[in-house]
């Protein structure tokens, strides 16, 4: 199963759940569905380890989660 395939089922059994897709496929049309099936962000590979930092830090405080 891919990620992409998965995340469909991720977001049915747990819809506010938050899921950053990271992929090595970063075209326009992965990114597209990606986002459609529901993640909350798309980072391609190599990650930028600060700037999912960043984004965690975004979607937690969103969230209203965290400590």
Do not use: H, W
């Not at 995340?7 to 049915?12: A, N």
């Not at 897709?21 to 990606?34: E, L, Q």
């Not at 990650?47 to 405080?61: E, G, M, R, S, T």
């Amino acid at each position: 199963m891919t990620g992409l395939q998965l995340l469909p089922v991720v977001k049915e059994r747990r819809p506010n759940l938050p899921v950053f897709m990271i992929s090595a496929y970063g075209d326009k049309d992965t990114v597209a569905t990606a986002m459609e099936c529901g993640a909350t962000k798309f980072l391609p590979k190599p990650v930028d380890f600060a700037q999912l930092k960043q984004d965690v830090a975004a979607v937690i405080a969103e969230t209203g989660g965290g400590a």
